[in-house]
Every structure is written in C-alpha cells, then in structure tokens.
C-alpha cells in the first residue's frame, strides 16, 4: 500500500480505492490510520460536541432508522420548537460540563423561513456563551443558509447517511441529490460543512466504501464527519437489523481519517452499545470527536463522567472550553 497518497489531504478518492482499504489486513489499516491522525492532528485531543433536540418527533419523512418519523409507532413525542430560554439552560449546562460545540437538532424535513428567524435567535445566543454553534434541520434553500451564518452558525449538520445506491432502500421521501444540494448552500454560505452517515443498516461493504467516497470528494470535504452506528429502534423498520461486525465499524473510521486526513472524525450514534473496547480500537483508528452527554437527540448516550473516566483512562485529552466546571 502506497503510504503517501494516504496522507495527501486533498486527493480524489474512488469506490475501488476506498474498498482497497477495506481489504487491508486490519492492523495495517490501523497503522495506517493512526499515522494519518498523528500527521494532521499532532495534540491528540478529543473534541466533545452536546446535542439538544430543539423540536422532537412528528417529522413527515420515512427515514428507515429514525425513531423520529410521525409514521413510526416508537413512543417519542412530538414537541413544539423549543423555547429560547430553555436553549440557552442547555447550552450552558454543556458549557459547564467542558462542552466545546452545541449542536441543536430539529425533526423538520426543511424548516420554514419563520422557523429559521427563531434558529438564528437561539444561534446567536449560544454563540455570545463562548460555544461553537450547530445546527441540524433539514433541507435549507440558499437564502436560509445565508441567515444562518449571518446569525453566527459556524457548522451546518446534514449527512448523506449511506451510499446513493442504497438510499432509496431506507429512505423515500426525498432523493440523495436533495441532500447534496443543500450541502451546496451551506458550503456557499460559508459555514464549516458537517457531513457523515450510518453504518449497520444492511448496505455491503461496497456501498460503505460508495459512502466515504463520496464524503471524501465532497470539495473540500467536510470538516466534520460524524460517523454514526446505527441505533436499531422499536418501532422502525430497521428494528431487527442484523447487527454489524464491531471491527468492520472501527474500519470505517479509520478509512474515514485516511481518506479526510484534516477533518474531525466524530465517534457518534451507537457509542451505548459499542463499549469500551470497540471505542478504544476507534480512537486508535483516528476518531477524535464524541457526542457528550446523556442524550442523543431521542436515545441514550454514555453520561459525561463516563466518557471522562474512558477518556483519562485512555490517557486521551478531551478539548475542554477553558471556563468548564467538571473534573473527572
Ligand atoms: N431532520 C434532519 C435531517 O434528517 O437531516 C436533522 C435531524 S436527523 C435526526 C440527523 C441525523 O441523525 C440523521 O441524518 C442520521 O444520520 C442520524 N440518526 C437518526 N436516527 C438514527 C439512528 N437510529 N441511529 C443512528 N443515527 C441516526
Ligand atoms: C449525527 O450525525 N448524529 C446525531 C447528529 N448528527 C444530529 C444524531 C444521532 C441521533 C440518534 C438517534 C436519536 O437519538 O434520536
Ligand atoms: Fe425526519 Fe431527520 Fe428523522 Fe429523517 S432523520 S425522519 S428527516 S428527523
């Protein structure tokens, strides 16, 4: 295996190159990975991101995986946008806790112009606490994209979740191209793009490899790539998934940091169930990002002390905002 290209942050990558780190003999993978991350990110540390889910459940798309879709029967209520004041408690606590990015998630399709005047209010907010902003929401047009980064919106959450040949097989309601375009908006806006997927849905190999290609030529690529596992919730239609091989996962992410060497690679979705030895063998293949805190958006995320305590234990250095009040 040519090393060098590896390292190359700029280079395009194809479905067969992508599938050609798959088929490595996995301690070599890892090597591989794990000089990638050392080359680009020589401090080492563990950036920590809190999710808020600012407007839960009721939403109109199929997604297969979510337990936030209205035609899934998986016990989440619906609520209205969440109030300013309630945002702001939030963030603050995930200021406390060492937080460095608030990341503030609707269940919209694609939010409304009125919707997004209320978003920008919160961004604008969280920003003036000292936290780096995000925000999922659904589709944007180049207009609201616009207002975002003019309210201060550093990063723009919106993934292609798995390959294009696989989409339709979980998801109905809207085309691949959707998600690409708005991707496009963001990217021209001139927020940071946060961009990533879902692993364990039953795609092969080949469409994970489709996936990180994909990511990998977005130009630039994403500067966040939150690699998700997927949570198998009842209620959806990807309830009973066969669960994926843990090491075919920790070789997603250390082909996501080979192939988007610069970019934040975040350890997301499925951390609950994953464990600690599989999160470690993930942390040795280049993630260098965690959700932190007890939720996720509507499912169960390891409480901070916990990941504090597998992080020190690691001897791994979480990137704390300098005015956080927790000591593990
Ligand atoms: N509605 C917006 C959208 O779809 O872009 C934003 C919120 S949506 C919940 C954000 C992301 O959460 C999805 O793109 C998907 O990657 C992830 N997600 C949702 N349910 C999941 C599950 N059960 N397991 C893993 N990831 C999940
Ligand atoms: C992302 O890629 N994963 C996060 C965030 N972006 C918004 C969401 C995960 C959601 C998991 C299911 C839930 O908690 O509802
Ligand atoms: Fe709606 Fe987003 Fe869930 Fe799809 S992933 S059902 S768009 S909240």
Redesign the pocket.
Known sequence: MNTTHSLNSSKSWSIQEVEALYELPFNDLMTLASKTHQTFFPEGDIELATLLSIKTGG?P?D?G????AARYHTGVTATKLMELEEVLEAAKSAKAAGSNRFCM?????EPKDRDIEKVAEMVREVKALGLETCA???MLEATQAQALKDAGLDYY???L?TSEDFYGAVIKTREYQDRIDTLTHVRHSGMSVCC???IGMGETRRQRASLISRLANLNPYPESV?I??????AG?P?EHQEPLDPLEFVRTIAIARISMPKARVRL???RQALGRAVQAMCFMAGANSIFYGEKL?T?GNPEAQEDLLLLKELGLHPKMNQTAEIAV
């Open positions: 939403c798309e997604c995986y979510c337990p936030q998630g609707a269940a919209w399709r999922t929401l659904g959450n919106h993934n979740d990533g997927g879902i939150p998700n596992h997927l949570v198998p919730v959806t990807l997301s979705a499925g958006l499912t």
